[in-house]
C-alpha cells in the first residue's frame, strides 16, 4: 500500500487555511475575535490574510494599502504578535529589499520559528529564491 507524500498532505493542509481565510477573515470578524485590537491592527491582519498562496508582499506595502504609508514598522510589530500564525499569514510580508532581491538573506526575520522557517514555509507555497 502507498502512503501519500508529506508534500501532498501539506498541500491539503494549505487548502483549508486558504478555505477558513476566506471565510472567517474581515476587518468585522477579526475586531470580533479579538476584540483587544486596534482598529489599525485589525486592518492590517485583514489585509494579510488576504494575501494568496506563492505570493509576498512587503510591510511597507500593506501599510499603504491600510491608509498609513509611513507605516511599515507598525506593521512588523503587528506581524510579530500575529495571534493566528499560519492562519493569517505573517510570513508572506517581507522586506522590501527581498521583492527585487529574492534573496534568503533578504527575507526578514519570524517570530515564530525564525528567518529558516519562514523560507521553508515560503519555499513549500512556491515562492522561488536565487
Do not use: W
Amino acid at each position: 500500500m502507498a502512503t501519500e507524500s508529506p508534500n501532498f498532505e501539506y498541500q491539503q493542509i494549505l487548502e483549508c487555511v486558504d478555505n477558513f481565510q476566506d471565510f472567517y477573515f474581515s476587518v468585522d470578524v477579526l475586531s470580533c475575535i479579538f476584540t483587544n485590537l486596534s482598529d489599525f491592527s485589525s486592518k492590517v491582519l485583514s489585509q494579510i490574510s488576504k494575501i494568496q498562496r506563492g505570493n509576498v508582499i512587503s510591510y511597507c506595502n500593506i501599510a499603504r494599502e491600510v491608509g498609513a504609508p509611513n507605516a511599515s514598522r507598525a506593521v512588523g510589530s503587528i506581524c510579530r504578535r500575529n495571534p493566528l500564525p499560519l492562519i493569517i499569514p505573517c510570513h508572506r510580508v517581507v522586506p522590501k529589499r527581498f521583492l527585487t532581491s529574492r534573496k534568503i538573506e533578504d527575507i526578514g526575520s519570524y517570530a515564530y520559528g525564525g528567518s529558516n522557517l519562514k523560507a521553508m514555509l515560503l519555499r513549500k507555497e512556491g515562492v522561488v529564491f536565487e
